[in-house]
């Protein structure tokens, strides 16, 4: 084999290495979910959790398929500024939770409501922990990214 052929190979060798690596590590995202599986998977779960009768169940899916189908048009409106997203969005569940106000008995809301809180709370509590996470490797940036330009999430 001549010294020039030697490169060559070495360079098509490195070159198919990368592709078959490249298709090794392809990767597709998972389907997005249309409101109606979505609101019916929620349903479901409030069912079991919250012992929902055959009435509430309809009732709260058509609910939860109804905001969820707003929820997911907020979304889709991209052009609109996040913080008119945002106040759209809790406009929209704060409807959703008067309906759950007038269809759940008393103690069913309690307990859907004190979920809520919960979940905010974690959600809450993972932000914070990723904040701090950013800040620890970034310590010389004020906001935590390593350019500067943007706050840390």
Known sequence: MSRKAIPALVFALAFSGSCVALQAVTYTQPPHWSAEKKAARLT????????????????ILTANQLYGNQIDNLEA???????????????IL????ASYRQ???????????DMEIRQKEKLKAYRSRRRDRILAEHPDSPTGNPDGNHPAP
């Open 44 to 59: 479901s779960r409030q069912s079991r959790i919250l012992h929902l009768t055959p009435d509430q169940y309809q009732r």
């Open 77 to 91: 409106a991209t052009r609109q500024g996040r913080t008119s997203q945002m106040e759209k969005l809790k406009t």
């Open 94 to 97: 704060s409807q959703r939770d």
């Open 103 to 113: 269809i759940l008995n008393a103690d069913q809301y309690k307990h859907w409501n």
